[in-house]
């Protein structure tokens, strides 16, 4: 069982096998007093659980838990990947899975970034299930996004925006940081200007895209057919972005998460 997100005083998770977890099953968990009950199956196919019982969540998930690694790591994880499978800026619980980009980030490199005169602005956007699913229809258009939560700090506002009015260059790191930025920009006179402020979001990044604040991107090499990869195909152009990847798979570059990353503009 996955946890994805808070439904209430329940849970939405993502579960297998689904066949036998319907409505009103109870799963039990070896060596704890709590219970999921699944009170009701969602049309994406996953679960709505409560968790019933006199220990809390968080006793059971420090204690049991297990970091969702993706399916392409064909390992168990391991108590080092805590730390290693996130972000070192990580601060705020909710995303299903880690924002790769990031994960190429020190503090010691940090803070050669900041020495050099770039400053940093700390945003938020909770990764869900939906990053990962590829688009299947004939047009990109009706492909569906999943909804994810943001939250821009006025700090980050104020970062951003004198950025921009000093003719600096907003680089973001990350799709996740692109798709926070371009969800929270909002018209100021003739440009853009990025605004405090929290929400959710689906929107899908494809060409031609016309982008409000973000310049340059830091990221990862994506899977073929995702969303990600027509994000930043948008940024830089198909055919540079095709041209890069034929490269990387040529020097035999890794790819996702742990993988290797560029910086496009």
Not at 71 to 84: G, H, L, V, W
Not at 190 to 219: A, H, Q
């Amino acid at each position: 069982m996955l946890l994805l997100r808070p439904d209430g005083d329940c849970w939405e998770a993502m579960v297998r096998p689904g066949r036998r977890l319907r409505e009103g099953t109870e799963i039990a968990f070896e060596g704890s007093e709590l219970i999921a009950v699944v009170e009701a199956v969602l049309d994406s196919g996953h679960r709505r659980v409560r968790f019933v019982g006199p220990t809390s969540l968080d006793d059971l998930l420090a204690e049991q838990g297990h970091i969702p690694l993706p399916p392409y790591i064909r390992r168990e994880d391991t108590a080092a990947d805590r730390e290693r499978y996130q972000t070192v800026y990580a601060e705020t619980d909710g995303s299903v899975a880690a924002p790769t980009a990031g994960l190429h980030f020190t503090p010691d490199l940090l803070d050669e970034i900041q020495a050099k005169g770039v400053s940093i602005a700390r945003i938020v956007l909770h990764v869900g299930p939906g990053t990962f699913k590829p688009v299947t229809t004939d047009d990109v258009r009706n492909h569906e996004m999943d909804a994810e939560f943001w939250d821009v700090s006025s700090e980050a506002a104020d970062v951003v925006n004198t950025c921009r009015a000093n003719g600096g260059r907003v680089i973001a790191v990350g799709t996740t940081s692109v798709r926070t930025l371009e969800t929270a920009a909002v018209a100021d006179g003739d440009g853009w200007r990025l605004s405090e402020g929290s929400g959710w979001t689906r929107l899908f990044i494809y060409s031609p895209y016309v982008f409000k604040l973000v310049d340059c991107m830091v990221t990862n090499f994506h899977l073929p057919e995702s969303t990600l990869l027509m994000l930043i195909s948008s940024l830089a152009g198909r055919d540079f972005v095709m041209r890069a990847y034929e490269e990387a798979v040529q020097e035999r570059y890794r790819f996702y998460s742990y993988g290797d990353a560029m910086f496009i503009q």
